[in-house]
């Protein structure tokens, strides 16, 4: 695997705390929470015949990332936050992953844009991407941070495993600054190469259809089933790459957001 992105996590993670010299105030837990791309929904219908769902008998490779991102402290000049991620996959009844950070950051108005850049071009490549870069602002960096060591959490899994299920947290709507469209188009074609099914998953969702909260259509059907939406259309530059699905997986209240893959066939 590629890991010069979580080298440099590392190093810029010690070489922005060498150079913190206050002391900390106002410690606090927040959880950053990334949130989902505003899209316009006005065609958006829901088709009330369920999709039923049959367990498949075959063995296959479950895989799933996540990340997540708090700010730890303030200082006069900053944040301090920590980083994480991790992969996580089920094969032969045997649980594994892989678990990066947490890393550490003080970040202050000063560095955020090297700190942003060098992780950057430590994932990209290309002349086209570094001419383009642009700093968030302090109160973005840690979000657009973890979303970074995300799409690469993504990419490593989309590369080393083979005809398997990926799971995404959240959905395959690109065209965002953390989520560039050729990034995730990237991301779904090597999948594909090896065999790959990506499924992203969402509990919030602001999707709606006759006004209602996609999640919130309730039907006198057993669990697990699909919806299937039609006619959703976003405003430029997001694209949506996945066919977007509501999924009743379970008895109870909870719904989720499905994007699947909209390259892949249905009978897949």
Same mark, same amino acid.
């Given at each position: *695997?590629?890991?010069?992105?979580?080298?440099?996590?590392?190093?810029?993670?010690?070489?922005?705390?060498?150079?913190?010299?206050?002391?900390? !105030?106002?410690?606090?837990?927040?959880?950053?929470? &990334?949130?989902? %791309?505003?899209?316009?929904?006005?065609?958006?219908?829901?088709?009330? &015949?369920? !999709?039923?769902?049959?367990?498949?008998?075959?063995?296959?490779?479950?895989?799933? $990332?996540?990340?997540? +991102?708090?700010?730890?402290?303030?200082?006069?000049?900053?944040?301090?936050?920590?980083?994480?991620?991790?992969?996580?996959?089920?094969?032969?009844?045997?649980?594994?992953?892989?678990?990066?950070? @947490?890393?550490?950051?003080?970040?202050?108005?000063?560095?955020?844009?090297?700190?942003?850049?060098?992780?950057?071009?430590?994932?990209?490549?290309?002349?086209?991407?570094?001419?383009?870069?642009?700093? @968030?602002?302090?109160?973005? *960096? @840690?979000?657009?941070?973890?979303?970074?060591?995300?799409?690469?959490? &993504?990419?490593?899994?989309?590369?080393?495993?083979?005809?398997?299920?990926?799971?995404?947290?959240?959905?395959?709507?690109?065209?965002?600054?953390?989520? @560039?469209?050729?990034?995730?188009?990237?991301?779904?074609?090597?999948?594909? +190469?090896?065999?790959?099914? $990506?499924?992203?998953?969402?509990?919030?969702?602001?999707?709606?259809?006759?006004?209602?909260? !996609?999640?919130?259509?309730?039907?006198?059907?057993?669990?697990?089933?699909?919806?299937?939406?039609?006619?959703?259309?976003?405003?430029?530059?997001?694209?949506?790459?996945?066919?977007?699905?509501? %999924?009743?997986?379970?008895?109870?209240?909870?719904?989720?957001?499905?994007? !699947?893959?909209?390259?892949?066939?249905?009978?897949?």
């Amino acid at each position: *695997m590629d890991t010069l992105l979580p080298q440099q996590f590392t190093q810029l993670s010690l070489h922005s705390l060498a150079h913190t010299q206050e002391r900390l !105030i106002q410690l606090n837990q927040h959880v950053f929470q &990334q949130i989902e %791309a505003d899209e316009h929904l006005e065609t958006l219908k829901i088709k009330l &015949q369920p !999709i039923l769902l049959k367990a498949k008998h075959k063995e296959t490779i479950v895989a799933a $990332v996540d990340t997540s +991102t708090m700010k730890i402290a303030e200082t006069s000049r900053g944040i301090v936050i920590a980083v994480r991620g991790a992969n996580v996959w089920k094969q032969r009844e045997n649980y594994r992953y892989t678990r990066l950070g @947490p890393f550490i950051f003080h970040i202050t108005e000063e560095n955020k844009k090297d700190v942003f850049n060098t992780l950057e071009r430590s994932y990209f490549n290309s002349v086209h991407e570094r001419n383009h870069l642009s700093a @968030p602002t302090l109160l973005q *960096m @840690p979000t657009r941070i973890a979303s970074l060591l995300e799409r690469w959490l &993504q990419a490593m899994l989309t590369k080393t495993v083979t005809n398997g299920l990926i799971l995404f947290d959240g959905s395959l709507t690109s065209g965002t600054v953390d989520t @560039p469209t050729h990034r995730m188009k990237e991301i779904l074609e090597t999948g594909r +190469t090896r065999g790959n099914t $990506v499924l992203a998953f969402s509990k919030m969702t602001n999707l709606r259809a006759n006004g209602c909260l !996609i999640t919130d259509f309730a039907l006198g059907h057993n669990p697990p089933y699909l919806l299937e939406t039609t006619g959703l259309r976003t405003k430029p530059p997001m694209v949506t790459l996945g066919d977007v699905y509501v %999924a009743k997986l379970s008895k109870g209240n909870c719904a989720f957001r499905l994007d !699947i893959d909209c390259a892949i066939s249905s009978n897949s």
